[in-house]
């Protein structure tokens, strides 16, 4: 269901559908929209997957974080494309820190529920 009302979410402000504006007159709004949908998809997918890892050279990134960090900037970008939307760095970096840290929640949580 979730990624249902984010595929909506997405469709909409692609579309320049302008219920969102509402957001963009509170001071942070966007950010915090960005930081919580994008944040709490990240702990979904990471919980999914039981916070499961994957080997980067030395790095061992949550796989759930790595799918959906890679899908967000990729939709972020496209933004440069659509008239009704423009890339926004604080955006993605709303994105970003929504994602490090309700993914890293997940991972917590379930290493906790493991113990």
Known sequence: ????????????????????????????GDKLGHFLLIGTLAFLVNASLGAR???LGPLQPLLGSLLVTLVVTAEEFSQIFLAH?????????????????LGRLAAHLIRKESE
């Open 53 to 55: 890892r994957v080997r």
């Open 85 to 101: 939307r423009s890339f926004d760095l604080m955006d993605l970096t709303a994105d970003f820190v929504g994602i490090l840290i």
């Open 1 to 28: 269901g979730f990624i249902i009302l984010l595929i909506g979410i997405v469709i909409g402000a692609d579309t320049g559908f302008e219920g969102f504006r509402a957001f963009y007159n509170v001071p942070g």
